[in-house]
């Protein structure tokens, strides 16, 4: 039986990894949680295709415990939009500062808007 991992075996490790990426996410760009789990390797005790699954969750444990000098903002779905945890909009006002534009449909054009290491 495969194990199910509710969180990275190192979830310190792993999230400052994660943070690392998000700070170099240049203003005005955004990232998904699944694109930037696809920059960092699997656990070596995990199949790919089991990471695959899980790892976009664990990004967003990590941005949910992010510092704050983290651009926290700046990591969206892989749909392009905000995935919200609360209904201030303070992540879409903080994005559209920087120059991000969302369509009518609240989404945000990653041709356009999505950084790629």
């Not at 075996?9 to 998904?32: C, H, Q, S, Y």
């Not at 920087?98 to 609240?106: C, M, R, Y």
Request: charged letters at 20%; proline letters at 9%; a positive charge.
């Amino acid at each position: 039986m495969t194990p199910v991992y509710a969180s990275p075996a190192n979830r310190n490790d792993f999230n400052i990894l994660v943070w690392e990426m998000v700070r170099r996410i240049p203003p005005g760009k955004v990232m998904t949680y699944g694109q930037i789990a696809s920059l960092i390797p699997p656990p070596s005790n995990m199949s790919e295709r089991g990471y695959r699954a899980l790892a976009p969750r664990w990004v967003g444990g990590a941005m949910a415990h992010c510092p704050a000098d983290v651009p926290w903002q700046r990591v969206v779905n892989s749909q392009g939009r905000i995935s919200l945890r609360d209904s201030s909009n303070k992540q879409r006002i903080l994005l559209e500062d920087e120059g991000i534009k969302f369509d009518s449909k609240g989404q945000i054009n990653l041709d356009i808007f999505q950084f790629h290491f």
